[in-house]
Each structure stands twice: as structure tokens, then as C-alpha cells.
């Protein structure tokens, strides 16, 4: 019975750190995307809706949240 919960603890805690590990990657993958909006909305002549526009493109097929498009 100890061996079986030692191996369940094991487990639970190898899964948790998996997914921190993957929220961890999936966050460098939309910060990626913050720094397209970033860098469009640096321009002189920058549109908020084109900017907003330009980072979903890139963060709607890595799931990652959507900013409104004004």
C-alpha cells in the first residue's frame, strides 16, 4: 500500500510540473505575438485594429487570447 502511494504522489507531482512546463512554453509563444502588436503600435502611423488584426493572425492557431479589434 506505501509503495502505491509513493508512486501516485510521483505521479501527481511529474504532471504537475509538466503542465507549468507547458504553460510556461505556450507563454513565450504568445509573447511572440505581443511583440508583433508592440512593434506595429511603435510605427507613426499605427492603427490600433490593424495592429490588433496583425497579432491575432499570429496568436488565433497557438491559442492564445485575442485582442479586440476596434
Not at 505556450?26 to 512593434?39: G, K, L, V
Not at 490588433?52 to 488565433?60: D, G, L, P, T
Request: net charge negative.
Amino acid at each position: 500500500m506505501h509503495g502505491i502511494r509513493h508512486k501516485t504522489l510521483f505521479l501527481a507531482v511529474f504532471v504537475f510540473a509538466a503542465g507549468f512546463a507547458g504553460s510556461a512554453f505556450a507563454q513565450r509563444n504568445c509573447s511572440w505575438c505581443t511583440a508583433i502588436y508592440d512593434n506595429c503600435m511603435a510605427q507613426p502611423d499605427a492603427d490600433q485594429g490593424l495592429c490588433a488584426r496583425e497579432h491575432n493572425r499570429c496568436a488565433e492557431p497557438i491559442n492564445c487570447p485575442l485582442m479586440p479589434e476596434f
